[in-house]
């Protein structure tokens, strides 16, 4: 299988694809990253702003996500 060959997966939402892209990076990245990890990757274009309002609320609720700076997600560490 190609690596670099887009995966389509229909069901996945906008923030399953940066969750997937952050658990596989290992770190965060920073929001231009992710967006082109996701053309890359899954072949989808998605809306900067939008993503940033989801990942920002994500963070607000303590759900998956951190903002360790500005315009950088991060997948939050167990305990934590």
Known sequence: EDPDKPVR?????????????LRKADAPLHISEILARAQKKFG???????????????????????RPDKHVFGLKQVGR
Do not use: H, M, N
């Open 9 to 21: 997966r229909q069901s996945k939402s906008q923030v399953d694809i940066v969750e997937d892209i």
């Open 44 to 66: 989808v274009t998605l809306d900067r702003e939008s993503v940033v309002s989801a990942l920002t609320k994500k963070v607000s609720k303590g759900d998956r996500f951190e």
